[in-house]
């Protein structure tokens, strides 16, 4: 197994708890806002599982599946978050075709509902680029 199969076995584990956040009891808070923070719904719940999903199968098929996972999951969401900053909404769940523009903030909410698509998304491609060992 290489590193970056079990890297994806990570992000495997870190889509899921994603995914779980809205069912958790205590997370929420009474305006549906996990931590208080951002609001996940079915479709971004359905987003998270399906990544991690790609992810272990990534994972349990090959190091070239893995990699191939890394860098277009990493592109992507390393992107969204990009476009969260620039816009207040991402691309994946199509809160920017949906939602009017509320410009560049750097405020903490923005940056807390940013930051994780940013963090997972340069991880991806970083270990592509720097821990790509067989």
């Known amino acids: ?22 069912y958790i009891p205590g997370l929420t808070d009474d305006q549906g806002l996990a ?22 199968v990534s994972a349990v098929v090959s190091h070239k599946a893995s990699r ?17 900053f620039f816009t207040g909404y991402g691309y994946l769940d199509l809160g920017i075709f949906t939602n009017a523009n509320e410009g560049m903030s750097f405020t903490f909410l923005r940056l807390a509902a940013n930051v994780p698509h940013l963090f997972l998304g340069g991880f991806a491609l970083w270990a592509v680029w720097k821990l790509d060992r067989r």
């Open 1 to 22: 197994m290489t590193t970056l199969r079990y890297i994806c076995i990570g992000y495997f584990i870190a889509l899921m708890i994603a995914a779980s956040l809205n």
């Open 35 to 56: 931590f208080g923070i951002f609001a996940l719904d079915i479709f971004d719940d359905s987003l998270h599982v399906a990544s991690a999903l790609w992810a272990l």
């Open 68 to 84: 191939f996972f890394l860098l277009v999951f990493g592109a992507l969401y390393l992107g969204d978050g990009v476009f969260g």
